[in-house]
């Protein structure tokens, strides 16, 4: 969670090391007490790489700190709502588990500030509630909707007999179902969105997914309604988006999120952009409605003139983005490149200095200035592989498995490389030919650096830079027809490639032996070549969890047989961490998880290239070392906050590592000394979302006097 006192000129995180999970996914500012302040964990827009919750916190200091209250079986908390005048009643509205049937789930009230909470609203146990609006005017009018859906490994389904629309005369007691009223569509609804107008009571509106849905109004406080705007750009992808607000001064104002907010000033008929991104919150201050916060993918951002026609916003120049993967290129000294969720790719040089600078900052050489950013290619989903022989060579995956980029910075030229370049959208994954994952993996050989690797189903190489590409293996996944079919749900279908599913998520190629190469499938399968693809042989592991998502293989510089492995199934209920090893080519695994928490599951795994029996685990909730090959785990996040760490790359005698919506206030690195016999220096994952720039030095010199074990680099 993140604090602004200057709307929005800078930003300090207020939840580091006081909460336990990394994904805020509500927040409540009383409007009697602004120290007063509640945040529900876990992301309800339900897609493929959400991040599980651990239920409410409250802080009565303004973020200084935070008691848990509750709610610790959700997944996640959808929204939060203060009562206006009267600060001890809290509305929680609880999505539950994502893939599994829950109790916790449903409209919840306090009136004692936490302490107890009653179950108001409840549909049955696979129907969560997804919103809450109260009228400000008459708090004793509320209204709630509820969602039925599920996420799981390989489907999603937004809608069911259990989404409706609720209204309570009473403060939330009692509860009637409207979502018949008339003109509300009939059939089956999915998510719902709703606002009750601060400037009429009577003017509600709802977004609703429906066979025919769209925004509907009402005049008379949800008694009855119209349609007044069934575009596709409001309601496209309902189950990731599906929000309105509705303006505190101006009954006609209302704004939908989607892909892009969009606004009306006649009740909704109308609708142009307002701001641009995955957007997924808006706050309207009810004094001034110049004054608004928006949220979308790469954070969030004030205006102080949002009804004017040339808004201005400030800077998203704090460290939200959400980086899939990391790894760093052949320049002396390297640079450090990743992937941004609805983000661009980026890369930075290592020795860049990192000093900090406010709103309108520009770009020049020296401390304090800017970072010199550059894209390598492609596009926000996942890998970047820089040619190991020529720096200026980039190659780098592309939305929806439809191109695969090759970038050469020296002349400028950019063109598509893909091995199956066919664009899919609408599509299950048993209809596709190939099957391209949102993130898939685009990978060097370190033991022949001509030899490059990607994978769909099959695994496919390149030794000319993708003029050309061979398969080198048959389907290496189980294919399983449950779980290659529509994704969506019964209304809104959604078939892009994060919907994908049966595809080899993982390459692991031999670090001294170019023949021997591992594949991982998202679906619990391990195979390896060593034979350069000419035959694969089928090693998963026993103790393989059913459709285990393997995420990072990571062969031995030490051991021509040896490697090790990630596994995750968070979306099926499992939080469980899973690390193999091998050292006789997968013909024995032993799982090496001794001293990782039971309920931590684990992102990725590396060796260290320099020391023998030297492992590196990120976890949903930190990161950790091993100096025994794994046998046992000690925790190595010192002063990191409680968050994913998605992925890990050792360079030399650096460790980068990109979690998830996390910040690391530093300088060009951190030296370290773990039991004062390896020297590591960390390269910090940067705050590289678009507008972004550095966190600011003071915080840096925080959080390195706070750390035990971590010192500023260069020393000052």
Known sequence: MWKTTDAGDTWVPVTDGLIHSSSVGAVAVSETNPDLVWIGMGESCIRGNIQPGDGVYKSTDAGKTWTHMGFKDSDAIAKIRIHPTNPEVVFVAGFGKYGTPSDERGVFKTVDGGKT????LFRDHKTGAVDIA??????????????????????????????????????GEHWTEITRNPGLPAGIDGKIGVAVSGADSNRVYAIVENQNGGLFSSDDAGGSWKQVNDGRNIRQRAFYYTHVAADPKNKDIVWVLNVGTFWSRDGGKTMVSFASGDSHDLWIDPDDTNHIVHANDSGTAVS???????????????????????????HVPYHACGAQQDGSTVCVPSNTNLGGSGRGSAGGAGRGAAPELYSPGGAEPGYIAPDPKNPDIFYAGGNNGSFLTRLDRRTGNLREVNPYPREFSGEPSSALVERWQWTYPIIFSPADQTLLYTSSQHVWRTNNGGDSWEKISPDLTRHDPKTMGDSGGPITHDMNSPEVYATVFALGPGKKDANILWAGSDDGLVHVTRDGGKSWTNVTPKDMPDFGRVSIIDASAFDPGAAYVAVKKPLLNDFTPYIFRTHDFGNTWTKIVTGLSPVDYVHSVREDPARRGLLYAGTQHGFYISYDDGDHWQSLSLNLPDVQVSDIWVEANSIARFPRQVEVPGVPGVRLRPERRQVRRLLPQFSLSRRQTPPRAS?????????????RWPPA
């Open 117 to 120: 909470w009653r179950k108001v």
């Open 134 to 171: 109260i009228d400000r005017n008459n708090p004793n009018v509320m209204f709630a909707a509820l969602w039925e859906a599920f996420r799981v490994e390989y489907s999603m389904s937004s809608g069911g007999p259990g989404s409706g629309l609720f209204k309570s005369t009473d403060g």
């Open 304 to 330: 102080l003139n949002a009804q004017a026609a040339q808004r201005t916003w400030s800077a998203r120049d704090y460290p939200t983005a959400q980086y899939y993967h990391v790894i760093s290129t052949a």
């Open 699 to 711: 915080a840096a010199a925080a959080a390195a006097a706070a750390a035990r074990q971590w010192r």
